[in-house]
T-cell receptor
Framework: AQSVTQLDSQVPVFEEAPVELRCNYS??????LFWYVQYPNQGLQLLLK??????LVKGINGFEAEFNKSQTSFHLRKPSVHISDTAEYFC???????????FGTGTRLTIIP | DGGITQSPKYLFRKEGQNVTLSCEQN?????MYWYRQDPGQGLRLIYY???????QKGDIAEGYSVSREKKESFPLTVTSAQKNPTAFYLC??????????FGPGTRLTVT
């Protein structure tokens, strides 16, 4: 079985400051990892994904994430946030050959002007 | 304009009534998924289908039913057996679990 833990339910950050949203996963086999963003009352949009190769993954809107196998983590980072980054962010995991995504409970990012 | 459509955006029903949520995609994806989202619980998988005329239960299938008669369509019925049907429902499609695209969602309120 696979699982995802997002320890921070809410993260407030000042505009133009850096941010890190934490994600840890549990799986007995190799994983694929994802970060999605959800704006209020909308569906989810894929920010970035790790399938294989380089452990540093760059996504849309200036976000990046680093896959750390030894720490079973896939933290999301942005060096300078903007008001428009206010949203809920979900980490998700799937295994090779498994057609299901398992989502974390989400982190609400609030940007303070 | 390719994408996934869900209708309606808001849906209100009385307790004890079945209700069907629509999901259509024109991305030519084989796989389609239904998720339920509740505050503080993330997304939970209800049903998924990898091919026409075939579907599998997800983690919380009780009280729900689906059909997949066409590649483009994957409607979800919330039956009266679902004890807590009020939620935000999201449909997705994709080539596989590693490439899922989400619709805008339907917010169902049952009173």
């Amino acid at each position: 079985a696979q699982s995802v833990t997002q320890l921070d339910s809410q993260v407030p950050v000042f505009e133009e400051a850096p941010v890190e949203l934490r994600c840890n996963y549990s799986s007995s086999v190799s994983v694929y990892l994802f970060w999605y963003v959800q704006y209020p009352n909308q569906g989810l949009q894929l920010l970035l994904k790790y399938l294989s190769g380089s452990t540093l993954v760059k996504g849309i809107n200036g976000f990046e994430a680093e896959f750390n196998k030894s720490q079973t983590s896939f933290h999301l980072r942005k060096p300078s946030v903007h008001i428009s980054d206010t949203a809920e962010y979900f980490c998700a995991v799937s295994n090779f050959g498994n057609e299901k995504l398992t989502f974390g409970t989400g982190t609400r990012l609030t940007i303070i002007p | 304009d390719g994408g996934i459509t869900q209708s309606p955006k808001y849906l209100f029903r009385k307790e004890g009534q079945n209700v069907t949520l629509s999901c259509e995609q024109n991305l030519n994806h084989d796989a389609m998924y239904w998720y339920r989202q509740d505050p503080g619980q993330g997304l939970r998988l209800i049903y998924y289908s990898q091919i026409v005329n075939d579907f599998q239960k997800g983690d919380i299938a009780e009280g729900y039913s689906v059909s997949r008669e066409k590649k483009e369509s994957f409607p979800l019925t919330v039956t009266s057996a679902q004890k807590n049907p009020t939620a935000f429902y999201l449909c997705a499609s994709g080539v596989s679990a590693s490439e899922q695209y989400f619709g805008p969602g339907t917010r169902l309120t049952v009173t």
